[in-house]
C-alpha cells in the first residue's frame, strides 16, 4: 500500500521531531518513499496565542493494512509526548507532533469508527495541501478530486511558507 501521512508539531523542537518520523515509522515495517517540504503555518483554531506549526506531508509503502498505519501514528505520537485521551489536550491546541492518516493512493476508503481515509477536512486545509500537492499533485482524494484542483478550490494558502 502507499499512502500519505501529514505530519504537524509546535511545540518543543518541531524540525527535529518530524525528521525523526521516517526513523520510527522504519521500526514499524513503514518505509518513507517521498517527502515534501517542511512549511511553516499559522494555527487552525485552537487557543489565541500558540506557536505557528511546522507542517510537512510523507509519502509511505507499506505492506502493513491502514490500521496497523494508524495505530503506528499513535504510538509515535505517544512516544513523543502526545497523549490523546489526556483530559487537559485542548482541541486544535498545541501538539509536540500531530500524525494525519491523509488518504491512500488508488482511492481506498476506510471508515471506522476512529480512522477515516481519506482525511474528512483534507480539503480545507492549505497546511495540508499545499505539501500534499508538492509530492503527489494528481492524487485522486475519493469524492472530491485531485490535490491539485482542491488546492485550487481553496483558493487561499498564504499562510503556507516553506521553513
Known amino acids: 500500500m502507499r499512502a500519505y501521512l501529514g505530519l ?4 518543543g523542537d518541531p524540525a527535529r521531531t518530524l525528521a525523526s518520523v521516517p526513523a520510527a515509522l522504519k521500526g514499524r515495517s513503514i518505509t518513507v518513499t517521498n517527502a515534501s517540504r517542511v512549511f511553516v503555518t499559522k494555527p487552525v483554531g485552537g487557543p489565541d496565542g500558540q506557536p505557528d506549526y511546522l507542517n510537512q506531508v510523507i509519502e ?4 502493513c493494512p491502514p ?8 504510538a509515535i505520537e505517544f512516544a513523543n509526548g502526545r497523549a490523546r485521551d489526556r483530559s487537559d489536550e485542548v482541541p486544535d491546541g498545541p501538539r509536540t507532533l500531530d500524525m494525519d492518516f491523509l488518504a491512500i493512493d488508488g482511492g481506498a476508503v476506510v471508515e471506522e469508527r476512529d480512522l477515516v ?6 480539503h480545507e486545509r492549505a497546511f495540508v495541501l499545499v505539501p500534499l500537492a508538492e509530492i503527489a499533485p494528481d492524487l485522486e482524494i475519493p ?3 485531485t490535490v491539485t484542483a482542491l488546492l485550487v478550490a481553496l483558493g487561499d494558502n498564504s499562510g503556507v511558507h516553506p521553513a
Open 117 to 122: 481515509v481519506p482525511h474528512p477536512r483534507l
Open 8 to 11: 504537524g508539531a509546535n511545540l
Open 143 to 145: 469524492g472530491r478530486g
Open 67 to 74: 490500521r496497523e498505519v494508524f495505530d503506528a501514528c499513535r
Open 60 to 63: 509511505i509503502t507499506t505492506m
